[in-house]
T-cell receptor, first 109, second 118 residues
Framework: AQRVTQPEKLLSVFKGAPVELKCNYSYSGSPELFWYVQYSRQRLQLLLR??SRESIKGFTADLNKGETSFHLKKPFAQEEDSAMYYC???????????FGKGTRLSVIA | GAVVSQHPSWVICKSGTSVKIECRSLDFQATTMFWYRQFPKQSLMLMAT?????????EQGVEKDKFLINHASLTLSTLTVTSAHPEDSSFYICSASQGQGALGGELFFGEGSRLTVL
């Protein structure tokens, strides 16, 4: 069964501090992993995906198949990073996303 | 990126009435759309997969007679909450994939529709 676990409901950090949002997954095949972000009163939007291996807004995430993790990291948090972050998984093709429960990141000035 | 639009964004209805929510892919064709439900401060739960020209596939525990899904064209899927009750109050979100290629696998989300049943 596909499952995504985000152990932290809320993460508070000071501005300029490093951030790591944890995500572990359970999947028998080769999954596609994503991070989505939802800013206040806005729709879900893609932050990054493991296939593209790019950095968006200073965030990076590395897929670790051995640890079945896809943690989201940023070296220096900014106030505008405060939002809800969802880790998600899908199998290849036209299939739905399975979401974790989300982590609310609060960056304190 | 591709745009998915939902309408209405907010609806209030009386208990026992039916409400229709539309989901449109504005600049691409979507053979498959997905409907999610999000309770306050909780994650998105997949309700059903909507396939153009065929019956929707519902997740376990989701009543197909309660949540009617119609995907009549490549750009429109509708979710009708029939005989709504207060416990159906929720945030309903649709998403669609642009298909394969460079953006293959990426889902684009609508802005969501908040349903409040009195």
């Amino acid at each position: 069964a596909q499952r995504v676990t985000q152990p932290e409901k809320l993460l508070s950090v000071f501005k300029g501090a490093p951030v790591e949002l944890k995500c572990n997954y359970s999947y028998s095949g080769s999954p596609e992993l994503f991070w989505y972000v939802q800013y206040s009163r806005q729709r879900l939007q893609l932050l990054l995906r493991h296939i593209s291996r790019e950095s968006i807004k200073g965030f990076t995430a590395d897929l670790n198949k051995g640890e079945t993790s896809f943690h989201l990291k940023k070296p220096f948090a900014q106030e505008e990073d405060s939002a809800m972050y969802y880790c998600a998984l899908k199998s290849k093709g036209n299939t739905p996303l399975v979401f974790g429960k989300g982590t609310r990141l609060s960056v304190i000035a | 990126g591709a745009v998915v639009s939902q309408h209405p964004s907010w609806v209030i209805c009386k208990s026992g009435t039916s409400v229709k929510i539309e989901c449109r892919s504005l600049d691409f064709q979507a053979t498959t759309m997905f409907w999610y439900r999000q309770f306050p401060k909780q994650s998105l739960m997949l309700m059903a997969t909507s396939n153009e020209g065929s019956k929707a596939t519902y997740e376990q525990g989701v009543e197909k007679d309660k949540f009617l899904i119609n995907h009549a064209s490549l750009t429109l899927s509708t979710l009708t909450v029939t005989s709504a009750h207060p416990e159906d109050s929720s945030f309903y979100i649709c998403s669609a994939s642009q298909g394969q290629g460079a953006l293959g696998g990426e889902l684009f989300f609508g802005e969501g529709s908040r349903l409040t049943v009195l």
